[in-house]
T-cell receptor, first 113, second 113 residues
Framework: LAKTTQPISMDSYEGQEVNITCSHNNIATNDYITWYQQFPSQGPRFIIQGYKTKVTNEVASLFIPADRKSSTLSLPRVSLSDTAVYYC??????????????FGTGTLLAVQP | GAVVSQHPSRVICKSGTSVKIECRSLDFQATTMFWYRQFPKQSLMLMATSNEGSKATYEQGVEKDKFLINHASLTLSTLTVTSAHPEDSSFYICSAPTTGELFFGEGSRLTVL
């Protein structure tokens, strides 16, 4: 199972763009990259998933270089409510993923007013 | 989107008693469910993989006789913490995969006195 490495914490201010990078040097060919958000005492919530290049949805963008050994989650114009822990996971995949996902340390994003 | 529901959200019990936590997939069938445990300020740790109609697969270091997992139907998996002790106090989270995405329950906060 691919191991992920992320910064333990990041600080930002409201309205700024935040980029969180995750390293996954041992990613396998059939692994997807998925980012989750977790608030205290809640289960993680899906943010975005991608395989290569760039993926964008209504809340975030995910940038994946050609070698897929890292990925960057981009949150545009963060607000106080974006303060949470963000996890990068590799594995699973489309078509009914049943592969177990191992969580890394995650990145605690603290957004200041 | 798909919904995974956990019950109870909070439970307090006396040391030595057993506690059952339910995890339901509300609008999809889950042949597989994952159980995680999370201690304060730590990441999620995978405990076991629950498979409908067969025995669960436990991660290394997780006592299968202490954490009983039953997956009797395609929509319900249960985790029973037997003879609970204060060190079992934690946040337990279930998840189920569908169409490439992993959906998480709300989590269950167990406090053992």
């Amino acid at each position: 199972l691919a191991k992920t490495t992320q910064p333990i914490s990041m600080d930002s201010y409201e309205g700024q763009e935040v980029n969180i990078t995750c390293s996954h040097n041992n990613i396998a060919t059939n692994d997807y990259i998925t980012w989750y958000q977790q608030f205290p005492s809640q289960g993680p919530r899906f943010i975005i998933q991608g395989y290569k290049t760039k993926v964008t949805n209504e809340v975030a963008s995910l940038f994946i270089p050609a070698d897929r050994k890292s990925s960057t989650l981009s949150l545009p114009r963060v607000s106080l409510s974006d303060t949470a822990v963000y996890y990068c996971l590799v594995g699973g995949g489309y078509g009914g993923a049943t592969n177990k996902l191992i969580f890394g340390t995650g990145t605690l994003l603290a957004v200041q007013p | 989107g798909a919904v995974v529901s956990q019950h109870p959200s909070r439970v307090i019990c006396k040391s030595g008693t057993s506690v059952k936590i339910e995890c339901r997939s509300l609008d999809f069938q889950a042949t597989t469910m994952f159980w995680y445990r999370q201690f304060p300020k730590q990441s999620l740790m995978l405990m076991a993989t629950s498979n409908e109609g067969s025995k669960a697969t436990y991660e290394q270091g997780v006592e299968k006789d202490k954490f009983l997992i039953n997956h009797a139907s395609l929509t319900l998996s249960t985790l029973t913490v037997t003879s609970a002790h204060p060190e079992d106090s934690s946040f337990y989270i279930c998840s189920a995969p569908t169409t490439g995405e992993l959906f998480f329950g709300e989590g269950s906060r167990l406090t053992v006195l």
